[in-house]
């Protein structure tokens, strides 16, 4: 029998550049790199990945065709905001016109957080442990310093955020980082509110601290119940004070009114 000449494809070798490509898209959406981020320079890129720099510089170029860095001429190579600039730019302006919708954000925090927290305790690793503890110990010190309410949200974030690293679960970490200006602010609202109220401080550092605790047990449950109570405790005090202040509010109101 007459063997038929068989038909081939040619197996094409990919381009380094798209491997390159491929590797940063990782980074990013592993959060190696976040929005905002100024990436190492070429020379450091390229020995990092053992190429040459103009493999690297094709690829980068490609990520910026993408709209996923943004080159600054003189200042280096950046990770585009514009992801997170489309999803919270509007609910900032829904927040500065409707106060009230910062306790809609708690809700949807006891959602995103609750899941971090559950996730972290499946599949945290020591190093993700070590990095949490660090978080509070940093929250810890800057309570403790003169640090600027601004200063103080970014460590309680910076915590959040590592316990979104921690669950291991690239979908939360990018809602969490497209959130995070959001989330800061909602932050940075809470710490003002919670500064009027007495100890409020103290049982919050302790919800955090027994939280941190679940999820180095692997207790994802536990973990995942100690972020809703340490949620659902920073909502009572807000209203609180809401309420206190409606209360002052009423008590001027009636004395300006008495003084007529």
Same mark, same amino acid.
């Given at each position: *029998?007459?063997?038929?000449?068989?038909?081939?494809?040619?197996?094409?070798?990919?381009?380094?550049?798209?491997?390159?490509?491929?590797?940063?898209?990782?980074?990013?959406?592993?959060?190696?790199?976040?929005?905002?981020?100024?990436?190492?320079?070429?020379?450091?890129?390229?020995?990092?990945?053992?190429?040459?720099?103009?493999?690297?510089?094709?690829?980068?170029?490609?990520?910026?065709?993408?709209?996923?860095?943004?080159?600054?001429?003189?200042?280096?190579?950046?990770?585009?905001?514009?992801?997170?600039?489309?999803?919270?730019?509007?609910?900032?302006?829904? *927040?500065?016109?409707?106060?009230?919708?910062?306790?809609?954000?708690?809700?949807?925090?006891?959602?995103?957080?609750?899941?971090?927290?559950?996730?972290?305790?499946?599949?945290?690793?020591?190093?993700?442990?070590?990095?949490?503890?660090?978080?509070?110990?940093?929250?810890?010190?800057?309570?403790?310093?003169?640090?600027?309410?601004?200063?103080?949200?970014?460590?309680?974030?910076?915590?959040?955020?590592?316990?979104?690293?921690?669950?291991?679960?690239?979908?939360?970490?990018?809602?969490?980082?497209?959130?995070?200006?959001?989330?800061?602010?909602?932050?940075?609202?809470?710490?003002?509110? #919670? #500064?009027?109220?007495?100890?409020?401080?103290?049982?919050?550092?302790?919800?955090?601290?027994?939280?941190?605790?679940?999820?180095?047990?692997?207790?994802?449950?536990?973990?995942?119940?100690?972020?809703?109570?340490?949620?659902?405790?920073?909502?009572?005090? #807000?209203?609180?004070?809401?309420?206190?202040?409606?209360?002052?509010?009423?008590?001027?109101?009636?004395?300006?009114?008495?003084?007529?």
């Amino acid at each position: *029998m007459t063997r038929t000449s068989a038909s081939f494809n040619v197996v094409k070798q990919p381009r380094l550049a798209d491997a390159i490509v491929d590797e940063l898209e990782r980074m990013l959406i592993e959060g190696v790199f976040v929005p905002g981020e100024k990436l190492p320079s070429e020379r450091e890129l390229a020995a990092q990945f053992n190429v040459s720099r103009p493999s690297l510089r094709e690829a980068i170029q490609k990520l910026e065709a993408k709209g996923l860095l943004i080159r600054k001429q003189g200042g280096g190579t950046f990770v585009s905001e514009s992801s997170w600039e489309s999803v919270a730019e509007p609910l900032f302006q829904l *927040m500065a016109h409707h106060p009230e919708s910062q306790f809609d954000l708690l809700e949807f925090r006891h959602a995103l957080e609750g899941i971090c927290a559950y996730y972290a305790a499946v599949r945290g690793t020591e190093t993700d442990d070590e990095q949490l503890a660090q978080c509070i110990d940093s929250i810890g010190q800057v309570e403790l310093s003169e640090a600027t309410l601004t200063e103080h949200a970014n460590a309680v974030m910076a915590f959040h955020l590592k316990m979104a690293e921690a669950s291991h679960n690239v979908v939360v970490l990018q809602v969490m980082l497209c959130l995070k200006p959001l989330l800061q602010q909602n932050i940075e609202e809470n710490l003002t509110q #919670m #500064m009027l109220r007495e100890d409020a401080q103290r049982h919050v550092a302790e919800h955090r601290r027994h939280l941190l605790a679940m999820i180095v047990e692997r207790k994802p449950e536990l973990a995942r119940q100690a972020s809703h109570e340490h949620l659902a405790y920073i909502e009572e005090a #807000m209203l609180d004070v809401s309420r206190e202040t409606t209360r002052v509010e009423r008590s001027l109101r009636r004395v300006r009114s008495s003084n007529k």
